[in-house]
């Protein structure tokens, strides 16, 4: 009798690529699979910051600086990663958010950078990644990857493409050797929440997690290989009532607009946010005037 061979998804000794490694949450990430024997290749635009975190992480790692909405920078990427041994994971968690009503939005900056950009990557690394015996890729969605949520209509359209494009792949491939994973963290303590979207879930009692909280959910689909992973209650009940009853969803959502509207509209609030660059975390002060 053949015994199948079990696939060995561990993160020690792994080669993953991380884009987006300096933010907030790629920082978290970063840290996490460092400290979990993984190698790094981290990616982002500024050096320096690229370079600047590779010190601070234990092991052996590397950069690339690439604009991921230019496709010649990821062609480049690409071939960098096919002629320096390959990798056995790609984490797609670059990303872009703009809180803003409908008038204001810039909706190809969104789409190239959360959606585009993350089909591209897999599109030109899949050849590499399937000829390894085990091999993952993660796209990082978002609670606004399901739930449609007033002054983040690009984003949203973004992340609700990235989960969709990430569910197709999933199911083509349909491979324990090749995992396809989409991870969805609600609002997190990073820079790329403006002062206002910070203010506005503050007034409306919206749990924003740290980091590193986020990072560690990640590490547990990891281990766990579960295909779909949301973060937080209530974010959770809400992506699966969005998605069975939704005029619940519309409802709850209504009964707050107001309070949205004047902040997407930009609000008359004071807003003070803090980043701490070396652990990713933001420290928020709102006072209103
Ligand atoms: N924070 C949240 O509330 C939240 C909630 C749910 C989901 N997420 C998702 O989690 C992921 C990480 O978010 P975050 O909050 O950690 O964001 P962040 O702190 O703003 O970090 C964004 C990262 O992306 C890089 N980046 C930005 N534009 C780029 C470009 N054109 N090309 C290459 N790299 C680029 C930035 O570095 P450079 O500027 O040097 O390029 C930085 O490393 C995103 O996909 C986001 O949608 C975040």
Redesign the pocket.
Known sequence: MKIPHAVNHQLAGKRVLL????????RAVARRLATAGASLLL????PE?LLALRQQLPGQHSCFS????STEELQALAEFVNTTGGIDMLIN?????QFALTAEQNYPAQIA??LLAPMQLCQLLLPQLQQRTAATIVN?G??FGSIGYPGFSGYCAS?FGLRGFTEALKRELSSKALRVLYFA????Q????SAAVVAMNQQLGNVMDS?DEVAAQLLKQLQSGQSRWFVGWPEKLFVRLNAFLPELVDRAIKSKQAEIGKYAAGANQSVSVQHNHSN?AAKITVTRS
Do not use: E, Y
């Open positions: 884009t987006g490694a300096t933010g907030g949450i790629g990616v982002a635009r500024q910051a690439a604009d991921l909405t968690n670059a990303g872009t958010s950078l959360n990082i978002s609670a992340k963290p609600r609002a997190t990073t820079s790329m929440n980091p990713g």
